[in-house]
């Protein structure tokens, strides 16, 4: 009477259905059971379904409609001749049956589903007989998909409405002139291929139930396929009881194309006023910072887009858009419109304003630059009276005369300059003159010049003229000149580094004077090799005018960059202490090097014969002094190092407004010194986009808010002195742009020169970097540089070493330093040697800043942020059980001390409410430098919280002077004697003493009071 079960699919491995909660099931009794859900429930008779209505015929549908059932159902099932044709929803009482063949007869039933999901029988059925058939639809979709001097190709599928019997055929006419027959298929493509080029054609489409009459070969054989391929139930002779003006539908089309492929590439004319003139097609000029660029474009939305990466784009002919600058040229002159977007064929894309495609909508000419799009603006007439005069023999001044102004041109903005073919510049104004300097002495040059218009569009270029330099005149003074002091095996030297003179005077300067203090005391030699290239690089512009035209050797001691390959010179012979004053002249080569050039093999040069007719002692003037004081820079201090060392972090988020902030801590030095303070946090030297230098844009400019690049020098020039460390701040997780790219996007840097390679392809701030993924956080201020690259690599590397070697930097603190991995941290640390580097790695876990000192190899120390968290707690509560870890202290210093920089403050966290402002009151921060500057770590003093009192700066400075005169460092022995409610108290290398709290205590006799203040008190031994 009663059964209980589970249900199972029979081995091997036995899956089981268990009823719900992995009980058995259970039937209490007779009758028929279903099993549903995880339930055992009794069977109920499913409902009955009434008979169908038949409410409407076409001659390709029925509409049915019947009464709902008397019992609640799950739905409804439809069945058509016993097929089921459609599973409906309970609410639904109507179906429309479509795609039904014309003068055909059906039958249809309705079952209902109870809601236990058991079909119930079919009702009675209703007969309904279709409409007799008529002609098809019209084909839909009819497109053009591809259009060239091979063919043209379409495309188009069935009509939506096939009439009322089968589509076998498609009829194709051309000029109305039928070319195809194509059999069926649910999408057709068909090639014409008796195209000619560049002639229109018209095409139409038409639907057809069997192929035209007058074609019987080809209707007998759809007729015989069919009779073979027909399901039962359709009527084998519906298609031949068609009548013959029913068989074809109305035409899809006309569609109008001509034999050229639009998006086919053209050549680009030379001259501009031409492509202008010729208005057929669109041409596009485009300036590429890429290897190669594409333009992924659609001319048609019915032909769809190209394959990526798209329409290669060639170098440009044109003379206003010359190669020798990037300009890039795409010329499609068939197209008449145009949607495109530029790109790498990698990852990429110059998209317009908003991240949209470009649109061309009428044919023309172009300009895509910094993401606009603009017509190509008719370009000025050519200058005309050009002249060209010798000043002497490395000046020549040009003049001519302004273009005629032409109906429709833009107004002239200014002129470039060719020379021997070459752009050497551009004026800044329409003033019709220009000076070329720096050119060789005897030497025939070739000038012409072209007017600019406001797109800085050339026009064609005016007359050449030729003239020959003069004699050679003085060069002018070397630029540029610095004087820095270093260390070179063990001894102090003076570095000299200087660039070659604007103007050389019309010959090689083959040699510079050195003089120190109004005294000439070294000759610099320029080495004969790169005299020698400078000769032997200038070849003439063509075999036939080798007598007169020559092009500037790249190898011009003018174009030389001082940080790159500038000139040098070491001064050994000097005393510390002493003061110096710096300069060099220039000097001319002179018979005696010429004599030894030509023995070396030099072939002298067609047209300057410079070898021959050098001139003896010819001196430029100096150039401007530059001073400096023999003062040794500092060893770099070492992680670990067993000396007192205290941070001072010498910024705040105001500072950037002083008129100079290096000159106001120049001031504080004499100070920081008397009390120990022996390590400062300059704030980031480079030029930044942002006025705390946390922006940085151009590393080699060290001019900023804070200062000139002399008075930054100044300064670190006198912390030496003082014998105070500077910590150089280093931000290159990311970097911002000085220029736009050609599509518009702020990724060309300078100093160093980098482009979107440099940039994460993720980057948030700034789209279209080409570079890898981030390998951190990525910035959402400003471009994540890619530090996978080893460019970028190397370049960090080089920046920090030259800020430590040659500006004197001598520890390190990282910025923001989640943005990428800590394997290249360590590498750039090891790479400056391994002085003291600190991490700003804003994590409040100690665990996780634990591991990521692991992660460096232990040349990275931390800010002490779990310390910060903890200690800025326990002081606000007075309980400081939480700063006694098991007898360590808390945070990295408990765990890690030497690599720990403990701080109370620092230009973020005092002025974030993330962290709720600044540290406390005046006591409350005195207890907290109390804590930090008698432990061990590396603390660090802010100053804000320097200036913030005139009693918490004294007690700063005689808590400062207690580390310094005991010797503190950042891995003395520390003892915790206290860490309750109310008071904390510590003994820290027997030599001093703290506590902190309300509660008294005293280590006992021996010791004497060195600071006290508010709830603190410090003494040290006598």
């Known amino acids: 009477s009663a059964c209980e079960f589970v249900l199972n699919d029979g081995g091997p491995h036995y899956r089981w259905d268990k009823a719900s909660g992995g009980g058995n099931f259970r039937a209490p009794g007779h009758g028929v059971w279903l099993v549903s859900g995880g339930r055992v429930e009794k069977l109920q008779a499913p409902p009955e379904a009434s008979v169908p209505e038949v409410v409407k015929v076409t001659r390709t549908s029925v509409s049915l409609s019947w009464r709902s059932a008397s019992t609640s159902v799950k739905g409804y099932r439809v069945f058509r001749n016993g097929q089921q044709v459609a599973a409906l929803p309970g609410g639904v009482l109507q179906y429309v049956d479509t795609g039904l063949y014309a003068a055909h007869q059906y039958s249809f039933t309705v079952a209902a589903v109870s809601t236990q999901g058991v079909l119930g029988q079919p009702s009675e059925a209703a007969v309904a007989t279709t409409e007799p058939a008529g002609k098809p639809g019209i084909p839909s979709g009819l497109r053009v998909t591809l259009s060239s001097g091979k063919g043209v190709t379409l495309e188009w599928a069935q009509p939506e409405d096939h009439g009322g019997a089968p589509v076998t055929a498609y009829v194709v006419e051309r000029d109305g002139e039928v070319v195809a027959t194509l059999l069926h298929a649910e999408k057709i493509t068909w090639t014409d291929t008796g195209v000619t080029r560049g002639d229109s054609y018209s095409y139409s489409v038409f639907a057809c139930h069997l192929p035209p009459a007058e074609q019987k070969e080809l209707r007998q054989k759809v007729l015989k396929d069919r009779e073979a391929a027909a399901p039962p139930e359709e009527d084998r002779d519906i298609l031949l009881n068609i009548p013959e003006e029913l068989n074809m539908s109305e035409a899809a089309g006309p569609i109008e194309t001509t034999a050229v492929d639009e998006l086919e590439v053209g050549v680009c004319m030379e001259s501009l006023r031409e492509q202008l003139a010729e208005g057929q097609g669109i041409t596009v000029f485009y300036q590429s910072c890429w290897g190669r660029t594409y333009a992924h474009c659609c001319s048609q939305q019915e032909k769809g887009w190209t394959p990526m990466p798209g329409v290669e784009l060639e170098s440009s002919p044109c003379h206003s858009f010359p190669d020798s600058e990037n300009w890039l040229v795409l010329c499609l002159p068939y197209a008449r419109s145009l949607e495109f977007v530029m790109n790498d064929g990698e990852r990429g894309w110059d998209k317009a304003p908003g991240g949209k495609n470009y649109k061309v909508m009428t044919p023309g000419t172009f300009l895509l630059t910094h993401g606009h799009l603009d017509p190509v603006a008719l370009p000025p007439q050519e200058p005309t009276g050009l002249s060209a005069e010798a000043i002497d023999g490395s000046r020549v001044r040009l003049i001519w005369e302004p273009p005629v102004l032409g109906d429709g041109e833009a107004p002239v903005k200014s002129y470039r300059v060719y020379r021997n073919g070459r752009v050497i510049g551009t004026t800044e104004t329409t003033k019709c003159q220009y000076q070329d300097i720096n050119l060789f002495a005897f030497t025939d040059y070739e000038y012409s010049v072209s007017a600019l218009n406001r797109q800085d569009v050339a026009g064609p270029l005016s007359d050449a003229v030729n003239v020959k330099t003069k004699l050679p005149g003085l060069p002018s003074a070397p630029r540029n000149l610095r004087a820095n002091t270093r260390k070179e095996d063990g001894k102090l030297v003076v570095q000299l580094e200087w660039e070659p003179p604007a103007d050389c005077g019309g010959a090689p300067v083959a040699s510079y004077e050195i003089i120190r203090d109004g005294t000439v005391i070294d000759i610099y030699d320029v080495p004969n090799a790169r005299i020698r290239s400078e000769a032997e690089a200038a070849k003439p512009m063509d075999p036939e005018a080798a007598a007169r035209r020559w092009i500037r ?113 120049l001031g504080l030095l004499p100070e920081l010194r008397s009390a120990g303070i022996n390590m400062v946090w300059l704030p980031p030297p480079s030029d930044s986009v942002d006025d705390h230098g946390y922006l940085p844009r151009k590393w080699y400019v060290l001019d900023n808010n804070y200062g000139s690049a002399e008075e930054l020098q100044h300064l670190i020039q006198s912390m030496h002195e003082q014998e105070i460390i500077p910590m150089l701040d280093v931000v290159v997780n990311h970097r911002c742009a000085s220029l736009q790219d050609s599509g518009g996007r702020w990724l060309k840097f300078e100093e160093p020169d980098w482009e979107g390679w440099a940039v994460c392809h993720d980057s948030p701030a700034v789209p279209g970097g080409s570079g890898a993924h981030t390998t951190g956080e990525p910035a959402a201020y400003a471009p994540s540089v890619d530090h996978s690259n080893p460019r970028i690599q190397a370049d960090v590397k080089e920046y920090i070493k030259y800020l430590m070697d040659e500006i004197g930097f001598r520890a390190l603190r990282f910025d923001f330093v989640k943005g990428y991995a800590a394997r290249f941290q360590t590498e750039y640390v090891r790479a400056a040697g391994s002085p003291y580097a600190v991490a700003e790695n804003w994590n409040g876990d100690a665990n996780g800043l634990h591991d990521y000192v692991r992660q460096c190899q232990g040349v990275m120390a931390v800010y002490d942020f779990p310390l910060y968290y903890t200690l800025k707690r326990c002081i606000h509560s007075n309980n400081f059980e939480e700063l006694n870890c098991g007898g360590r202290l808390a945070g990295i210093a408990g765990r890690d001390p030497a690599r720990s920089c ?24 005195l207890r907290g430098y109390a804590l930090i500057l008698t432990h061990p770590g590396v603390p660090c003093v802010f100053y804000w919280d320097y200036v913030r009192a005139p009693y918490v700066r004294e007690k700063l400075l005689e808590l400062c002077a207690v580390r310094r005169d005991a010797n503190i460092h950042s891995t003395s022995q520390l003892n915790i004697l206290c860490a309750s409610h109310g008071l904390y108290a510590a003994i820290i290398d027997n030599k001093v003493a703290i506590k902190i709290g309300t509660n008294d205590w005293s280590p006992g006799g021996g010791w004497k009071v060195s600071c006290f203040g508010a709830e603190f008190c410090v003494w040290s031994r006598p």
């Open 553 to 665: 050797s790249t190898c011009s001691y003018s174009s030389l960059s001082w940080f790159k390959d500038g000139m040098n010179w070491i001064d050994s012979s000097i005393e510390l202490g002493e003061c110096y004053s710096y300069q060099v002249r220039a000097v001319q080569l002179g018979p005696e090097r010429a004599s030894q050039l030509k023995k070396g093999g030099v072939v002298q040069r067609c047209g300057s014969q410079f070898l021959d007719n050098v001139l003896a002692d010819v001196v430029g003037p100096a150039s401007e002094p530059a001073q400096v004081r023999a003062v040794a820079f500092l060893d770099p201090p070492k992680m670990g190092d067993r000396r007192s060392l205290i941070l001072f972090q010498s910024f705040d988020w105001g500072s950037h407004k002083a008129e100079s902030w290096y000159t106001v801590l």
């Open 902 to 925: 403990t701080f109370i403050d620092n230009h973020d966290t005092y002025q974030l409410a993330i962290v709720g402002g600044c540290f406390g009151n005046n006591d409350q921060a």
